[in-house]
C-alpha cells in the first residue's frame, strides 16, 4: 500500500513517512489526534499533523528530557511533567529511586487515552502508585504549585494548546513552583529549523532562573533530527551523577552522555550566547 504521512515541519521541510494503517483518528477539544502505523518506526502520536512520539525513537527523547534534570539534582523526590500525555516522561522518571511522586499536568485526557489504548510500553507506568495525574491547564496549574525539584515541560510545538509554554512569565511560575534547589527542563525545538524558538525558550528561561543550559539529542523523527532541550537551574546541583543510577536501564542516556550533552556545537552555542 502507498498511503504516506506527511508532517510540514516548516512551509519549505517535510517528512514523509509510509503508514502501513490508520489506527486512531479523533478531533479532541483541543487538537487533531491520530495513531499510525508507519513502516519505518512503528505505531506513531500526531497532534495536529505533528509528530510527538513513535515507537521506534521515543526512548531518545523521553530518556533525556528527564533523567538529565534528575541526575543533576541533589535528590529528586516530587517530580512533575506538563504535558507529555502519552506517559513516556513519567516512566522514565520513575526509574529514579528517589522519587516520590510523579505528576502529569495533561490538558488534554484524550491523548492519555489514545496512549493507554495504543502505546501501551510508552504509558506503562501511568498507573504506578507513585503516577498520580491531572488533567488541567499546565500554566493555571504551575501557579499554585509549589516545592517541586524537577519540572518538565514535555511540550507540542508553540502553536494551539502549547503556546502559553513558551512564554517567560510561564517560566517565572515554575520557578516559583520549584524548591531551593529546583531544576526545569522544556523541550526547546530544532537549530537548524527553529533557531529563534531556540533563542526565545533559551532567553525565556534565562530571564527567570540563575543558571541556564542548553543540551541537545538526536530524534530522527522530529524536525531536522536535531533537538535541543533547555535547563533552568535554581540553585546547587549534583557535580557527579549518583552512584545508584549507573545501572538504571535505558537506551540512549548513560553517565558519560550525560556529561557530554551539554557540549554545544560552535553555530548553536553562538545561538544562545
Ligand atoms: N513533544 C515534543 C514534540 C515536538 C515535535 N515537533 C514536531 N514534530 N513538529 C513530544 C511529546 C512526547 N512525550
Redesign the pocket.
Known amino acids: 500500500m502507498h498511503i504516506w504521512f506527511t508532517?510540514n515541519?516548516t512551509e519549505d521541510v517535510s517528512l514523509g513517512l509510509r503508514v502501513q494503517s490508520v489506527l486512531w483518528h479523533e478531533n479532541t477539544a483541543y487538537q487533531e489526534l491520530a495513531v499510525l502505523d508507519t513502516a519505518a518506526y512503528g505505531r506513531m502520536l500526531t497532534l495536529d499533523g505533528?509528530?510527538?512520539?513513535t515507537i521506534a525513537d521515543?526512548f531518545v527523547?523521553?530518556e533525556m528530557i528527564t533523567h538529565v534534570p534528575l541526575s543533576l539534582h541533589l535528590n529528586p523526590k516530587k517530580v512533575a511533567v506538563i504535558?507529555?500525555?502519552?506517559g513516556?516522561?513519567i516512566r522514565e522518571i520513575l526509574k529514579h529511586p528517589s522519587v516520590e511522586e510523579a505528576h502529569l499536568i495533561e490538558i488534554d485526557d484524550k491523548v492519555v487515552a489514545a496512549a493507554k489504548r495504543f502505546f501501551p510500553e510508552i504509558s506503562v507506568s501511568l498507573d504506578h502508585d507513585k503516577a498520580f495525574v491531572h488533567y488541567t491547564d499546565g500554566i493555571a496549574w504551575v501557579k499554585e504549585a509549589s516545592n517541586y525539584d524537577v519540572i518538565i515541560v514535555?511540550?507540542?510545538?508553540p502553536v494551539g494548546p502549547a503556546e502559553g509554554l513558551f512564554k517567560p512569565e510561564f517560566y517565572q511560575s515554575i520557578f516559583n513552583a520549584l524548591g531551593e534547589h529546583g531544576i526545569m527542563v522544556a523541550?526547546s525545538?530544532s537549530p537548524f529549523l527553529h533557531p529563534h524558538l531556540v533563542q526565545r525558550v533559551f532567553h525565556g528561561v534565562r530571564s527567570a532562573f540563575p543558571t541556564t543550559r542548553l543540551y541537545l539529542a538526536s530524534v530522527p523523527?522530529?524536525?531536522s533530527g536535531l533537538w535541543s532541550f533547555t535547563m533552568g537551574v535554581k540553585g546547587e546541583m549534583a557535580t557527579q551523577v549518583r552512584p545508584e543510577l549507573f545501572d538504571m536501564i535505558t537506551r540512549y542516556w548513560t553517565p558519560k552522555l550525560q556529561q557530554s550533552c551539554f557540549i554545544l556545537p560552535r553555530f548553536i552555542e553562538d545561538l544562545v550566547r
Do not use: F
Not at 505533528?50 to 512520539?53: C, D, G, N, R
Not at 514535555?154 to 510545538?157: E, F, L, M, V, Y
Open positions: 508532517e515541519q505533528a509528530v510527538q512520539t521515543e527523547y523521553h504535558g507529555g500525555g502519552d513516556g516522561s514535555d511540550s507540542t510545538d523541550q525545538e523523527t522530529y524536525p
